[in-house]
């Protein structure tokens, strides 16, 4: 094997021991003949203590010098595993993400990545060194450190991977593989031994934490051979590809959730040609990431547009329409918090029909009220109070039948 690419993420490096285990891991591929990029992230929850650190100064820092802050701690991460790997005898040399030639947009906490200059990693790895690359970070072409956003480390790895042409990427995380829903949720989830990019693409956008969804996206793109595996335990993960063997015929592959989600409605827009592109353009020239779109008129000159918006994001979309109102010429704002979506997904469900139908009737039998509703080919979705995640996410794994015994199940 010639290139391989390994991602570890904040529990896979969250202490020395951890960190030492980590390059034990490098080291036995190393050994084997593969020549190793290695991606990390910040040590367990070092980054919720930045960003602690920096609110306790100001309600809303800037977002140029919370990059600055958060770039460092995958920083420390590099610099460890790399004393790691000397200790053991190997030769190694850490690199931040701009050292990496990492390019990205010129936008602050959410960069996506534009080019790799692979030349330095390349040099390195002909010398037989190990590259140590930190993940979820880059600079713009005027030399402005940026993130790519929480997650944002599996990004780096595989677009290294594509870059580099690697054999394989691998996200070491802590749970041992993708699951039919997160096991730590339902107890009876299933681990899938495959699953194709645009189902895992799905669940990802729709709150399956286990892959970032820009990695998914760069993976299926450049055709990058990706697998999930668990850093802790020693163990077959779960293959993402452009088909994914559909083990036992499921229709439905797999149920996600996102507690994060707000609901904000903009009543009394006027029906006119234009005014959906003027709200959604001045979110978007805010960096505000929309997801369902709701429009419901009530007479020919009036029209109120919900949307939902990550609770991260609520109190900065409040603030940009209220900036904006006249410009948007709305009468009033209203929202929700404490919302979650749950969603189903699989390949099979478009040559399905009714099951679509089938989830709305689950959820109204468990009595769970629906706000928004939003389908695609794969997935149907469901804005619900937050306090039925748990009972919706349950209920929708078992009628479509993806509970496993209970003596077959794996937790990660």
């Known amino acids: 094997m010639g290139i391989i690419v390994h991602k570890y993420g904040g529990t896979s490096v969250g202490s020395i021991e951890r960190i030492q285990c980590v390059a034990q891991r490098v080291a036995k591929a190393v050994d084997e003949g593969c020549q190793c990029v290695v991606v990390v992230s910040a040590m367990g929850k070092s980054t919720d203590v930045l960003v602690d650190m920096a609110k306790q100064i100001a309600p809303y820092p800037s977002e140029r010098e919370m990059d600055m802050l958060l770039a460092t701690g995958e920083q420390v991460s590099i610099a460890l595993l790399t004393m790691a790997f000397h200790q053991l005898g190997y030769d190694a040399v850490s690199l931040t993400g701009w050292q990496a030639g990492i390019l990205t947009q010129p936008v602050h906490g959410r960069a996506r990545i534009t080019g790799i200059d692979n030349e330095r990693i390349i040099s390195y790895l002909n010398e037989g ?72 693409l799905e669940l990802a956008n729709l709150g399956a934490g286990v892959l970032h969804p820009r990695a998914v996206e760069c993976a299926k793109k450049y055709g990058v051979r990706l697998t999930v595996r668990s850093s802790f335990v020693e163990e077959e993960g779960t293959r993402v590809e452009e088909v ?27 029906s006119r040609v234009g005014s959906l592109s003027n709200l959604f353009m001045t979110l978007a020239e805010n960096n505000i990431n929309v997801d369902i779109i709701i429009q419901s008129s009530y007479d020919a000159e009036e029209t109120n547009i919900s949307f939902s918006v990550s609770t991260a994001d609520l109190n900065k979309t409040l603030r940009v329409l209220a900036a904006h109102q006249e410009k948007l010429n709305f009468q009033s704002i209203s929202h929700e918090a404490d919302l979650a979506k749950v969603s ?46 748990l009972l919706a996410v349950n209920t929708l794994h078992t009628a479509f039948k993806l509970d496993v015994e209970e003596e077959a199940v794996v937790h990660g």
């Open 129 to 200: 060194k190990i590259v140590v690359v930190a993940g979820f970070q880059g600079m713009t072409e005027d030399g402005q450190i940026t993130t790519l956003g929480r997650g944002g480390s599996d990004t780096t790895a595989v677009a290294l991977a594509a870059s580099l042409k690697a054999d394989l990427c691998e996200i070491f995380t802590d749970v041992t593989g993708v699951y039919s829903a997160d096991p730590r949720v339902v107890s009876r989830a299933r681990k899938l031994s495959s699953i194709s990019y645009d189902e895992m």
């Open 244 to 270: 994914s063997s559909m083990e036992t015929g499921l229709v439905v592959r797999g149920v996600a959730h996102d507690e994060d989600v707000a609901r904000v409605t903009v009543i009394g827009m006027p």
């Open 344 to 389: 189903i997904v699989g390949a099979g469900m478009i040559s399905n029909p009714g099951i679509a139908a089938q989830m709305f009737k689950e959820l109204s039998d468990a009595d769970i009220p629906i706000r928004m509703v939003s389908t695609s080919e794969i997935k149907v979705s469901c804005v619900i109070p937050k306090e039925f995640t």
